[in-house]
Nanobody, 121 residues
């Protein structure tokens, strides 16, 4: 019943910028945290950034100072602003959320469909 829809992927040159967004719809009674993960060919999926509903962010060391995660709890939307992009950032990016679907305080993890980000000259 809950869906995460993400957008914003594409091709960008090294040093360029790109912004990803994700919005949750359906039976969302509360959100505990929201995040972004990525997976490159031959590699495991890894955390890029995460933010709590209270606004506390966390970043992977490889993106600190370059990426910024933000959220709008009322709109059930969160974004990942990516600056100074490098070829190593090339991957499929997935949005993620830890939320409750009913009045019960039972938290579940949901994932978006993924969007390709390619950094190349």
């Amino acid at each position: 019943q809950v869906q995460l829809m993400e957008s914003g992927g594409g091709l960008v040159q090294p040093g360029g910028s790109l912004s990803l967004s994700c919005v949750a719809s359906g039976s969302v009674f509360g959100i505990k945290s929201m995040g972004w993960y990525r997976q490159a060919p031959g590699k495991e999926r890894e955390l890029v950034a995460n933010i709590t509903s209270g606004g506390t962010p966390d970043y992977a060391d490889s993106v600190k100072g370059r990426f910024t995660i933000s959220r709008d709890n009322l709109k059930k939307e969160w974004t990942l602003q990516m600056n100074s992009l490098r070829p190593e950032d090339t991957a499929v990016y997935y949005c993620n959320a830890h939320l409750r679907q009913t009045w019960r305080y039972e938290w579940f993890e949901h994932w978006g469909q993924g969007t390709q980000v390619t950094v190349s000259s």
